[in-house]
């Protein structure tokens, strides 16, 4: 049995349960980890009030040095002597860990999971510095897109990451049934609502945006009785479970971006391939799922009005074929990208490093 010691940047200590509230998928594997016989460490957020200070202090410095979460790295330390690997789901949250590992005062090994390019943000060029440091600390560092990976090994100098499709919990989504009419969207990172509300307002379609009210501006005013917003200060509005039983209302699942939003909008597409829903996405180099190559949906360029009109209306017009894209999208998930086939090719990597062999997938 190993020891495995998991930071992340929100708590995941229910793994252990047999039915979440949520999809599996947000363990990152750690749930099947837990369920093949190794020890999992998956501290709470117990913050130190002196490390949180220097964190704000650095985030203030134009030389924005990656420090990771201070307080769960030093809460994890005692832990370090019984351990055999570091796992972190999110990679933000180990950085100072690398560092020190990478200068030898950390022997145990440190496998991170890549959600965004290595180098992003004001001043970037300033970090590149240490953020080469930290991959030296790192014995492996699968990404959830390609394009990613290329960016980590092309400053590792060496193939230290690879892609690791992420997909649904096809356990916890309802069996693929037809849609009911209509497009949904919901998200609350990087989403461009006022093009996909206007774009909507010119379709006959029945469209629903759930939000954060953050997003809601003078331009929803714009948007004609056919679209129906819900907007809550913070968080969607609903429950996981209410949104998902909200998706199965509807033919589609939109997922308006901002242009260069990296990965985000990735859980909404992996919502839509466990629901079986066709998909209307902005269109985003940095995810690997060509979804009108797989026959589930539509791809808009970033801002095009016109664009997401057709797309909107064609769901509308064609129940059948939506109902098709669904199909196949589910179909998609169940033979080539959910949790379980993410958790296989994760264990083989933790088992790959811990027997100091080679990480690649």
């Given amino acids: 049995m190993n020891t495995i010691l998991v930071l992340n940047n929100y708590d995941i200590r229910s793994f252990a349960e047999d039915r979440p ?88 090994p440190i496998v991170c999971l890549a959600h965004h390019p290595p180098l992003r943000g004001r001043a970037a060029f300033l970090r590149r510095p240490f953020v080469r440091l930290a991959l030296q600390g790192v014995s492996a560092f699968p ?31 309802p069996p693929y049934r037809p849609g009911r009419g209509g497009v949904i969207t919901a998200g609350r990172t990087g989403r461009d609502f006022v093009t996909f509300g206007r774009a909507a307002s010119r ?27 819900f907007a809550n200060p913070d968080e969607l509005h609903f429950t996981y479970s209410e949104l998902i ?36 996405m902005t269109r985003n180099p940095s995810i690997d799922i060509d979804i009108e190559a797989e026959g589930i949906g539509f791809a808009v360029a970033p801002g095009d009005m016109e664009g997401w009109r057709r797309a909107i209306q064609f769901i509308k017009d064609n129940p059948d074929e939506a109902d098709a894209m669904g199909y196949r999208a589910r179909r998609f ?29």
Avoid at 203 to 229: L, Q
């Fill in 333 to 361: 998930a169940e033979e080539r990208c959910n949790s379980r086939l993410f958790a296989e090719s994760l264990m083989g990597i933790v088992d790959r490093v811990l027997e100091g062999g080679s990480p690649s997938i």
């Fill in 203 to 229: 379709t006959s379609t029945p469209v629903t945006i759930i939000c954060p009210s953050r997003y809601v501006t003078a331009e929803f005013k714009e948007f004609n009785s056919n679209v129906t917003v």
């Fill in 21 to 108: 509230g949520f999809p599996d998928q947000f363990f990152y594997g750690v749930n099947y980890l837990h369920k093949r016989g190794d020890r999992i460490v998956a501290l709470g957020e117990k913050r130190n009030r002196l490390l949180r200070m220097i964190e704000e202090i650095n985030r203030g410095l134009r030389l924005h040095i990656p420090l990771g979460d201070l307080s769960q790295q030093w809460n994890i330390l005692p832990e370090l002597g019984s351990a055999d690997l570091i796992y972190c789901p999110c990679d933000s949250v180990a950085q100072s860990l690398c560092y020190m590992r990478a200068v030898g005062l950390i022997k145990i």
């Fill in 143 to 173: 990404s959830l897109s390609r394009t990613v990976a290329s960016q980590i090994n092309l400053l590792a100098g060496s193939q230290l990451s690879s892609a690791l499709p992420w997909g649904p919990d096809l356990n916890y989504y």
């Fill in 245 to 280: 039983e909200m998706y199965s209302l509807n033919h589609a699942i939109a997922i308006p971006m901002t242009e260069a939003p990296g990965l985000c909008g990735l859980s909404s597409l992996l919502d839509a391939l466990g629901m079986g829903r066709a998909v209307i």
